[in-house]
Structure formats: C-alpha cells, structure tokens
C-alpha cells in the first residue's frame, strides 16, 4: 500500500506552511489495531500536516503492531504537548523555544541576534545574577566613584520587556539532559528547550592558602565582591588593601582603589605583570608608573599565609618572610570557566565547553559563548580561555545568530587587552609575551615611556604590545586579522614616531568592542 496522502503533503508544503500554534492530533488505524498514519490538524488553519512516526513504521507497513501502536500514540501525544515552532522544509520559519544561561555581554548580544532574526519565538533567559546583565569591567571605576551603580548595568531595566524575554533571576543551571532536550534548575523543575546557549560565563580561582576563608577576603567579578571591599566590620577604617594578581583586572583595580584614597600593594608569582600577555619590558614600565603613584608592586612574590584578627584579614605573610598588612584581600589570580555543573551531561568539555566557529557544542543544538568556552585561537590554531569582554560580545552575536537560523562564523579569535593607568595606555594583543626570539621575529622601539613591539613568525605579525603610543593598533589588528605579510618594509614604516595617529580616547580599554566592532 502506497502512501495516499503524499500529494496533499506536497500541496501542504508549497503553500507556505503554518505556525503550530494549536492543534488537534489526529489518529487512523487499521482493523488490526495498527496505526496506519497521523496527522497535526491546526485549529485555525485549512491545510494539514502529515506526519509519520519511525517508531511504528511508515504508513502501508507490515511492520506496525497494536502494542507499537499504543506506544506510538501515548509518544505522539506527549510529543505534541510540547512542540514548539519548527521551520517546514519549504514553509515558513514557526516558533521556537530558546533556553539561554547567563545574563553577561554573551547572553545579552545572543538574545539580541536572535531578536534580528526572530521576533516572536519564545527566549526564556536564566541568571544566577540578581542584577541583570551588569558589566565587571565598570565595577572598578564604580568602587572609585567615578560612576553611580546606575553605571554599572549595560542594559537597561526595561531591556528584558522589549526583547520580550522570560528573565529568571537567582536561578542556576543545575544539570543538562541532552536526550530529553531539558535544562534542570537548581530550585526544582526544568526547561525544554529547541536551542540552548550555554554562557554560564568564569569563575574566580582561588588560592590554596591556610586562612583565605577569612572575612574580607574576596575575588573581583561581581557586584557583590565589589561591595565586600567596601561593607563590613571596619569598612570605614579599611586604609590598606593587597592585590594578588598583577594581571589587567588587578592592575586596573589597584590604580581605581589608589585613585580612592587606599594605601595599595599588589603581589604577583611570576616574574613580571601579565605574564601572558606582557614581556618584561612593557612589566617594567608599568611597574615605574603604578609605584610613581605611590603602588606597591612586587613580582615573583609568593603568598604563604592570609593571617586574621577576629575572624578579619589582617594581613598576607609570603614565602619569603615579608608582611603585608591590610583590611582587605582581593584574589585576582585568574578565573577558569564555569562548567561544574555539566559534568557528566556528555558535553564535551577541556577545562571549558568546546565549541567550533559557529559556537556549536558536541550535543546536537547546544551552543556555547564567552568565558564558559574554549576555542581555537585564530592566530596559532591552538585552543585559547579567551575570557575578555569583545570575545564573549562576539561570541554571542555568531551563537545567537546560528541559532536562529543564521550561519555566522568566528573569524577573529585571539587574545587583546588595553586598559589606561594614570594616563598611560597600554595595549596587548596574540602572542607578544615573548622576551627573547625563540622561533619568533620581535621588532621593538623604546624610547622614555613608549614602548611598541611586534611579534612576527614566518613573515605573519602574531601579536604586538603597545605602551604610551597606541595609535597604530587599528592597522596591526587589521594585519592580524587579515594575515597578511608583515614584510621588513613595513615593520620599518611601524617604528617611525607620528606615523600614526598617537592620541586615542583614554576609555579605549574600557569600551570594550570599539576595535572590533565590526568583526565576528
């Protein structure tokens, strides 16, 4: 027995399909018992969609049953329940349910492309923030009180209601079922979903010491961390901080906390500040700069012990005898993504969520952006923790996009960083961290407070680091990011002073997505 309702299907599918929006499943079946077809009947549509189940064999087959049947039709019924909007090859796109965990720049730009493309598809956002979409990059500069809290929020209050979202506050990801397609949640009950972005974003790392449970002690990513430092037993006679961690985050901290009135130390393990991303000249230089204004900075200083008075730090003993006495302890050591809570979902996973170009998982319509993720650094081709905001912002634009339909693709994927202390702008981008020439080409210039210099490898620049004269970012980003030679002449032409334009704004590092605003 032929299928008698091919053509009806087709007439279906070339009329433009439908939103199954309501429907009435309905059921035909032989005398036997066996099913022999079923079809989704809309309520407020002429036109209906037939639909097969493999379960119990194509319509005509001898291979149904009365018992596959049942099963079949008990499957059907909940399958039903729970459908959403799927594109019908060729219809019309129907709605969809997306899921997205995390409030940070890879949710927020996600949820916006996916509006771009689809505007009445359900999005249900889930957060264990209870502040909304708030930008770590700003809490320094709030702390310092350069900025009210209003500041601190990239989106604004109404954002949710227009992008038409259902935000779940103080709520977490408690595990992932990728077979049944359902987020569980931490306070009970789970999500469905069509598409799911994981952007659960990093975690701080914390130090292994003997007393870091003390009070006033706390990493530097949250508002509530932020509001640690300045809240407590003692708040109003906290004079002395220490920083462990001479990376960007706590560099831009020490200088805010210092512009507040503190008495600042910062520590770090290895032998120079941002050891990824500087050499030792650039460390050096940041290191003039941050003690002229009254810093303390040690590298290839150890912490040992965190010592306490009343259950309160004190102070930081380290490995070789000193004492740091202080209120307040901020570990800025580092943060490693945020994927405790999939172990085990069958996700794949190598310190974060692998993903490829288009953001995709291993699981089939599972996605992942920003911190959480680790991907492949377009400059070397080796995997790269590339926890910065214009990664996470860009990250979230192509798994957005794709999972509204889109095919966008990470082009640009590599690591940079600027920030400004006390007027001094610096900029890192790849792999500059290089001190001496080990199967590499540096090209440098110093000269006072200036420091410039290219990495290059078999005639392509990898990574360059600017300090005092940032003017020429714009056109080493592009050679980067196109790949393209990076001859003699025109590493020349890179070192002649005021060939480029030296003064940008001194916001740069913190309008984080200017120099790759365009790109993806």
Known sequence: MGDPFSNLEGDFFRSGGYRLRTFIPLFWFRQDGSMLFSVLWPLDVRSFHFLPFPSMG???????????SREALAASIELFGRMRVRRIPGGRKV?????????????????????????ESRIT?????????????????????????????????????????DLRVDSRGASLQSASKKLVLDKGGDLGYDRLLI????????????????????????????????????????????????????????????????????????????????????S????????????????????????????????????????????????????????????????????????????????????????????????TGEPIHNATWPAAARQGIVAGTNMAGGTLHMVHNFALNALNL???????????????????????????????????????????????DVSEAGYLLSRMKKGEEFLPKSRATCLRRGSFRRHLPPNLGFRHGVLFGDAV
């Open 58 to 68: 194509v319509p005509g087959s001898k291979t149904s049953s009365p018992k596959s």
């Open 95 to 119: 709605s969809m349910d997306f899921v997205i965990v995390g409030s940070g720049p890879a949710a927020v730009f996600a949820v916006e492309a996916i509006r771009k493309r689809d505007q």
């Open 125 to 165: 956002l889930v957060t264990a923030d209870p502040h909304g979409a708030h930008s770590p990059v700003m809490l320094s500069y709030w702390m310092a009180g350069g900025y009210g809290l209003e500041r601190l929020f990239f989106r604004d209050p109404s954002w949710s209601e227009r992008m038409k979202i």
């Open 199 to 282: 952007a659960t974003g990093a975690v701080p790392i914390s130090l292994p010491l003997s007393g870091i449970d003390a009070k006033g002690v706390t990493s530097f990513r949250t508002l509530r961390d932020a509001e640690t430092l300045l809240e407590g037993e003692g708040s109003d006679g906290v004079k002395r901080i220490v920083i462990i961690g001479g990376g960007f985050i706590g560099l831009k901290l020490a200088c805010h906390l210092k512009e507040g009135g503190l008495e600042v130390s910062v520590l770090e393990k290895e032998k120079k500040l941002a050891f990824r991303m500087l050499d030792q000249k650039a």
């Open 284 to 379: 050096a230089l940041i290191q003039k700069r941050l003690r002229g204004h009254g810093i303390t900075v040690e590298t290839g200083v150890e912490a040992k012990e965190v010592l306490s008075e009343r259950g309160w730090v004190s102070g930081v003993q380290t490995k070789d005898g000193r004492l740091f006495h202080c209120q307040r302890l901020v570990q800025a050591v580092g943060v490693k993504p945020n994927v405790q809570w999939l172990e085990g979902s069958g996700i794949g996973l190598k310190g974060g969520i692998l993903v490829d170009d288009r953001m995709r998982t291993n699981l089939p319509d599972v996605y992942g952006a920003g911190d959480v993720t680790i991907t492949i650094d377009s400059i």
């Open 422 to 468: 006390f007027g001094l702008q610096v900029m890192a981008a790849g792999s500059a961290f290089y001190d001496e020439p080990d199967g590499v080409e540096i090209v440098s210039e110093e000269e006072g407070d200036v420091y410039r210099k290219k990495v290059v490898k078999a005639n392509r620049l990898i990574g360059f680091i600017l300090i005092g």
